[in-house]
């Protein structure tokens, strides 16, 4: 008898058991945080291991972008020496939302052979975005404290309330990503949709244009129904505008981040159990 | 020798209780949202079930090597699906207990611009095992593969048969509590298939239960005390290995 190299650990599993799949999932997903992390690993690796510039186009990026803007628009929007640093700002809180949504996309069609053949908890791939996503604007955020620095525009303290405004922005990104990638499973040309809803997206949120030049525009209501918009404001206020958000700011932006995290995260697991089905 | 107990017993180690698997097939494909938005307006979206299993109910006890026979389209696959939690059954308990070895076809989850170490790392915590878990069975890993010192270099500069033998000395790195064996193993050159033929062999004898699924009788009927029969996802009969192997070579050669 060869002896046994791995104890036979006692793991029980019965269908019949199966309480509530949103906490399930929760507790699967911990369980497999190592594979968080390898995934997150293997994103960033095969990003930039191949390219020279590698880690430095993620901060030439936005900063690209930045420019071609300011060129364009600093003068139309009547903000001239301040537009180059409320853009960026902007930029790199809507980069994270586009990217990391779309990535969980693309993760969760590479992702739906494996889960015809091993168990998997199927949040991984979409939650491995958001920690990619993560270390991109971490990049991103150092061409940023430069522009603000040529531009000087003032770094206040209230950029150490970053952390919070992120957290709603990755919850907020999150919810979307699991609620986009159900869909993705079942009709696949959700992929090719996207990226022109995210379009539209983009220009009925006030990105590139200050609040009131939208305003202008588009009716009052129809602005304050973007959820996005709600996140993205507390993340500027706290970054560009130098301000700590009203407790009404805070408190909108919270229940809007933390509601389309649970409606995505109960979708998403509710609907997993058909995932395999969809040969 | 059916087994009609309704709970799993001590030395239970796979369970079924009226398992059924029912397939909810559009009658014609729709497969983009766009089309499945207008033949909604339509009325037109009809389905039609399929049932790749209908009531099993299964007993394997530890230690048995257990067989599977059944024509192409039986549900052989789908029970496999099943028992290793990839599909929940649509009705039906399934209860298992212990790690199961995966359906992995060698180096799924693979990927080419990361090295082979970096590859074990990524397939193992895709299998559920953590980074201490790994740490400690690199070694054994690596020396099973025998890659050398490729190990480094990316997978896109390995050969197919290195690819394989790095697949399956990761989906094999750990003893499972229950072995599935599909098809026949063909896994690099010749050398390589007694090593896993071998690997194989270990499990079994340190106490694995085995669920052997194969289109040859007398794999079966050398390897396996019990088997069951599947027709169109129904349980014809569950018995010992030469009855059932009898009963199938009928089903395919006779009448």
Known sequence: MGNLSTPSRSIIYDSSKQRNLAIEELRSIFHYRDLIFQLVRRDLVTRYKRSVLGILWTMLNPLGTMLILSVVFSRLFNMQ???PAFIMTNLIAWNFFAQTTSASLNAMLWGSSLFQKIYLPRTAFVVSTIGTGLVNTLLALIPLIF????????IRATIFLLPFSMLLLVAFALG???ILSTFVAFFP???????ILLTAWMYLTPIIYPEETLAKVLSGWLLRLNPLYL?????????YDGKVPTSAEWGIATGVALGTLLIGWIFFTQKSKSFAYHV | MSNLTSEPQNDTVVFLSGVSVRYRLPNERVATL?????????GKVRFHSFMALRDVNLHIRKGEIFGILGRNGAGKSTLLKVVSRVLIPTQGRVWVNGMVSPLLELGAGFHLELTGMENIQLNATLLGHNRKEIKQKIPEILDFAEIGE???APLRTYSSGMIARLGFSVATAWQPDILILDEVLSVGDAAFNRKCSERMRSFRESGATVLLVSHSVDTVRSLCQRALLLEHGNVLEIGPA???CEKYSNLIFGN
């Open chain 1, 231 to 239: 996140v993205i404001k507390v993340f500027r206020l706290v970054i």
């Open chain 2, 150 to 152: 490729f190990i480094e």
């Open chain 1, 176 to 178: 979307i990503g699991l």
């Open chain 1, 189 to 195: 040309d959700v992929a090719e949709m996207y990226p």
């Open chain 2, 34 to 42: 766009k089309e499945y938005m207008i033949r909604l307006i339509q």
């Open chain 1, 147 to 154: 522009i603000f620095l040529i531009t000087r525009v003032p």
């Open chain 1, 81 to 83: 020496g301040h537009y």
């Open chain 2, 242 to 244: 030469g009855k059932i």
